[in-house]
């Protein structure tokens, strides 16, 4: 059974920095098609922030673009997201997911809080 765990959030000041990481079990996410990084706000719906291929091909969205990278490790089994100069609206809870051909994986979320 896959599982997917996020670590690294936390409360932040604004124009800081914080590493999110998303830890798998169950499977090698070198298996899986594609990796991403989505976060939620208060009141709002789910928004992709960045994904990543297999091949290692990324895509982010504008609001995070040259901010935020995301990687993964396939032989740590764990994917990343660094997250700079942070404003308070990237304040959300941030979930990773994994999708194969089967099906789509989600972790429980992590808060950051990005506040003074």
């Known amino acids: 059974q896959v599982r997917l765990v996020e670590s690294g959030g936390g409360l932040v000041q604004p124009g800081g920095s914080l590493r999110l990481s998303c830890a798998a079990s169950?499977?090698?996410?070198?298996?899986?098609?594609?990796m991403g990084w989505y976060r939620q706000a208060q009141g709002k719906q789910r928004e992709l922030v960045a994904s990543?291929?297999?091949?290692?091909?990324?895509n982010y969205a504008d609001s995070v673009k040259d901010r935020f990278t995301i990687s993964r490790d396939n032989a740590e089994n764990t994917m990343y997201l660094q997250m700079y100069s942070l404003k308070p609206e990237d304040t959300a809870v941030y979930y990773c997911?994994?999708?194969?051909?089967?099906?789509?994986?989600w972790g429980p979320g992590t808060q950051v809080t990005v506040s003074s």
């Open positions: 997911k994994g999708s194969d051909a089967l099906r789509d994986y």
């Open positions: 169950g499977r090698n996410i070198a298996r899986m098609a594609g």
């Open positions: 990543i291929t297999s091949g290692g091909w990324t």
